[in-house]
């Protein structure tokens, strides 16, 4: 069974590793989630990087949350966490967007 202490001490020990690795990830896949957008390309292939995106980002949200729990608060915090929403929020609205193009396009098409 999972021990929540136990993952946020990791997490916490890991500090450096960790955002080394989901910084780059989150912003990349993002980028990759826009870039799919503006090329126009399938909302499957839209949702996937949107999803790894945001699992990237949630998992940042959740790493930041355990640092706010031992009382960490500090400019770096607020800056992770702000990355991680506006990826959330980035990718959200990129699926939405994606959606909304294809509805609109079946609609044009039935006119």
Known sequence: ??????????????????CAFLVPAIL???LLTIILIGLGRPTTQVCQTAGMASIFAF?????????????????PTY???????????TNLVAILYQRHQVNSLSFSNNA
């Open 1 to 18: 069974m999972l021990n929540f202490n136990t993952l946020a001490e990791f997490s916490r020990t890991h500090c450096i590793s960790i």
């Open 28 to 30: 990349l896949a993002t």
């Open 59 to 75: 998992v940042m949200v959740l790493h930041v949350y355990t640092w706010f729990i031992v009382g960490v608060v500090m400019a």
């Open 79 to 89: 800056i992770l966490l702000c990355l991680a929403i506006t990826c959330l929020l």
